[in-house]
């Protein structure tokens, strides 16, 4: 199935697109660490282009998904509720679970830098 190939194709550069990310956020970290301003905008303004890049694929996914049966969407949108799949579906779910660890250790980055910068004020202190 077409979309089923293309919908794989746009999470593994989602993917790469999270590893970029990852790596800007390490950065960034580090910078922090180092107090470098400059440097820090740069890599923010990276960021922020790399995430931009994520949006553009995000709705690119939702496109080709409103193209595959309901069941299928609700196997990709849900994985963590079935137990098995369909065969075609593997491999896009193997993705999904590979992009969900990688966003959380973004997360886990982020979450430290937010507390270093804002403290008390931090959205992750709440």
């Known amino acids: 199935m077409q979309q089923i190939e293309e919908i794989a194709g746009k999470l593994e550069k989602k993917y790469t697109g999270f590893v970029e990310i990852s790596r800007l956020t390490k950065e960034l ?7 470098d301003r400059d440097s820090v905008n740069m890599v923010m303004k990276m960021r922020g282009e790399e995430m931009d890049k994520i949006s553009v694929i995000d709705e690119d996914i939702n496109r080709a998904c409103s193209l595959i049966s309901a069941q299928y969407r609700e196997y990709i949108n849900n994985y963590n509720d079935f137990d098995s ?4 579906l593997e491999r896009i779910i193997s993705i999904k679970k590979r992009n969900r660890r990688v966003l959380e250790k973004i997360i886990e980055i982020d979450k430290r830098i937010s507390v270093r910068l804002a403290g008390n004020k931090s959205f992750y202190s709440i």
């Open 29 to 35: 970290d580090d910078l922090l660490k180092n107090n």
């Open 85 to 88: 799949f369909p065969e075609e």
